[in-house]
């Protein structure tokens, strides 16, 4: 699943890409990609075609590309799905679920493998364009809200759930996943399961200076995301762990005191990464 690292990152790269060009042709490949906002692909088609795109923003890991209509075109990246730059006249691969060309030349292709894609598009009107999309507009995004510390301290108190649970809760926290919630807890050196009430004002400056770090640095080393490529190569999983400090590496020397990194069941589903040692 991408998180708000990487989106953020790709919204540059999209802002750059499209914003002033106007939409051509739409190819969708699968009804799927379209079901949470249209009844059918026609539908987007319609939306979309002949529009100026004005804005990109990003809510979370969810995309919001403005148009000339008051209307805004919706992407959520869904768990594994990527956006990337083709020819006018690439046509669909078999993991290419949409095409979108523009009347400058160029298109934008968005992928995801499987045949059930997890992400999502369609064209809702700009005015209530958030909770169209099923973002909470009252949640906290760390990179857009920018908040103070004290700001956070009093979120994090009003919270008052376990750290982990709250980091990826969209109710409370949109755009932070599993990666990047352990990241961040062990950056700040606290434990999955500390209420969030139940910080000291040392321990809430910690945790706000090593959320705001390990975001960025992700950012420098996410590097561009719009990249013409073959949404069908695998990548090296590797190199993109090599900025990791903690998540995935459940057996291997914490950074810090060298004891194995914990990986620990919370609840059906979702796991934490943690060292034993020197979180707490």
């Known amino acids: ?3 708000l690292p990487d989106v953020e990152v ?4 999209l802002e750059k890409e499209v914003v002033g060009k106007r939409v051509k042709d739409v190819t969708v490949g699968s009804t799927g990609i379209v079901r949470a906002f249209h009844r059918n692909r026609p539908e987007l088609v319609k939306a979309l075609e002949g529009r100026k795109i004005e804005a990109v923003r990003r809510r979370g890991h969810t995309l919001f590309i403005d148009l000339d209509d008051e209307h805004t ?3 959520d990246p869904g768990a594994e799905g990527t956006l990337f730059r083709e020819t006018a006249t690439a046509e669909l691969g078999p993991q290419t679920h949409l095409s979108v060309s523009f009347t400058t ?3 934008i292709h968005l992928a995801e493998p499987g045949d059930e894609p997890t992400a999502s598009t369609g064209v809702v009107a700009t005015e209530g364009a958030y909770e169209a999309a099923g973002v909470n507009p009252d949640a906290l995004d ?3 809200d920018n908040p103070t510390w004290m700001e956070f301290g009093r979120f994090l108190a009003a919270a008052s759930k376990p750290l982990k649970l709250l980091l990826i809760d969209p109710q409370h926290v949109v755009g932070i996943g599993p990666v990047y919630s352990d990241e961040i807890l062990w950056e700040a050196g606290l434990r999955h399961d500390h209420p969030s009430d139940k910080l000291s004002t040392q321990e809430v400056r910690r945790f706000y200076r090593a959320m705001h770090e390990v975001l960025f ?6 590097g561009a995301t719009l990249d013409e490529a073959d949404p069908g190569e695998t990548t090296d ?3 993109i762990a090599d900025h990791l400090k903690v998540f995935g590496r459940d057996g291997l020397p914490c950074f810090r005191c060298r004891r194995p990194i914990v990986r620990t069941r919370l609840k059906k589903g979702v796991y934490t990464y943690h060292c ?3 979180m707490i």
């Open 142 to 144: 760390p990179l857009d």
């Open 217 to 222: 640095l992700a950012m420098k080393q996410v």
């Open 73 to 75: 075109w919706v992407i």
């Open 237 to 239: 999983e590797d190199e």
């Open 1 to 3: 699943m991408l998180e």
């Open 105 to 107: 030349g160029g298109a």
């Open 10 to 13: 790709l919204r540059k790269d």
């Open 276 to 278: 034993e040692r020197c």
